[in-house]
């Protein structure tokens, strides 16, 4: 019998200390055009935003983070680095980034004779799992890894099995990340975005355009990216449930994140991550957010007990921990064939 993992994607609260005030801004070229889901945030906080599709961006700003460095970046650019202080004081409404023009030192050609061979994929047995919650605004990523890179191999395609709900579509970037010293997503390996306008549920098919040269294990990540119309419905859905819980049981916690988890317990974490308390939700609270589920758009992936090493996190922030499960993710890679 087959059943299915869920891991659903949603918009979290966050409660920042001090005065929280909200700054709008576009990420754009030189030439002044939208650079589309290009990312704002700070490298290992809890701090960060993917802009929309036309590269306007809207965030929450405290003095919590008024010592640290924000990173701007998107693929095909180079990053840039602005102090968070300026950015809520002085209220950036435009930040231009500069093409990242490259020589290429080297051009590797996918050889004639290669092999293609399908790696990765789930196990047999699907069962449902407990919702993993994510903020799709903050870059939350779910990555699987790929470690048994024994030769050099080409990338030609990616997939993945996921799906929505109350909504038509969804956009879902794929990354490619290599893998750290601690074993987690690292660096962006790919330098074009693919992105999917995903319509039905199912398997969903990345392929490059150019394959991918890779001698390296390396993480494959999916990314709910939001566009502006499905970020207007969420709000909709927040205003028609405003979760009049929420605000008693974390009025003493105003400096911590507030994650809700599993629609059960509060958790409250500081800006490393660190958790420092968890709280239980009361009936009524539960039965609100029920009430919420009914209608608010939500991404999940296909998982499974087996398969590739899976972690969750954002590449923003660049805190990953280990899920649980195992994404149900596969790759068509070439080798050189023996003849």
């Known amino acids: ?10 918009l979290i609260v966050a409660l920042c200390f001090g005065q929280i005030e909200r700054v709008e801004g576009r ?11 290009s990312t704002i945030g700070i490298p290992k906080k809890n701090f960060g935003t ?27 650019f180079e990053r840039k680095k ?12 435009v930040i231009p980034l500069k ?50 890179v024994e030769e050099p191999l080409w990338l030609k395609e990616i997939t993945v099995k996921a799906g929505g709900e109350h909504m038509e579509s969804f956009l879902l970037r794929c990354r490619v ?7 987690y997503p690292g660096e962006e390996l790919l330098d074009v975005d693919l992105i999917k306008d995903v319509k039905e549920n199912g398997e969903v098919k990345f392929v490059l355009e150019n394959e991918m040269y890779i001698d390296q294990p390396f993480f494959v990540g999916f990314e709910w990216v939001m566009s502006k119309d499905h970020y207007k419905k969420i709000e909709e859905v927040y205003e028609q449930f405003p979760l009049t819980f929420l605000d008693e049981m974390t009025k003493e916690y105003r400096h911590l994140d507030v994650i809700i988890s599993n629609n059960r317990r509060l958790l409250l974490r500081d800006s490393l991550s660190k958790l420092r ?63």
Not at 27 to 37: H, K, L, M, S, Y
Not at 53 to 62: A, L, N, P
Not at 82 to 93: E, Q, R, V
Request: aromatic fraction near 12%.
């Open 50 to 76: 993917v802009a929309f599709e036309d590269g306007t961006f809207s965030i929450k700003v405290s003095d919590t983070y008024k010592n640290d460095t924000l990173i701007v970046s998107a693929l095909g």
């Open 277 to 339: 308390k968890t709280l239980k939700i009361p009936k009524e609270g539960r039965n609100e957010l029920k009430e919420r589920d009914k209608v608010r758009p939500v991404v999940y992936y296909l998982c499974s007990p087996t398969g590739p090493r899976t972690v969750s996190g954002s590449y923003i922030t660049g805190k990953w921990s280990d899920y649980f499960l195992h994404a149900d993710v596969s790759v068509l890679v070439g080798r050189i064939r023996e003849d």
């Open 1 to 10: 019998m087959r059943y299915l993992f869920t891991f659903i994607c949603f």
């Open 99 to 148: 093409e990242n023009v490259q020589e290429l030192d080297e051009i590797v050609v996918t050889p004639t004779k290669v092999k293609y061979k399908w790696m990765g994929g789930a196990g047999l047995k699907f069962l449902y799992s407990d919702p993993l919650y994510l903020r799709p605004r903050n870059g939350s990523t779910l990555a699987a890894l790929f470690d048994r």
């Open 177 to 183: 990340f290599s893998v750290r010293d601690d074993s």
């Open 27 to 37: 990420v754009v070229t030189e030439n002044g055009d939208g650079i589309p889901f």
């Open 82 to 93: 602005i102090a968070y202080a300026d950015l809520l004081t002085n209220k950036i409404t």
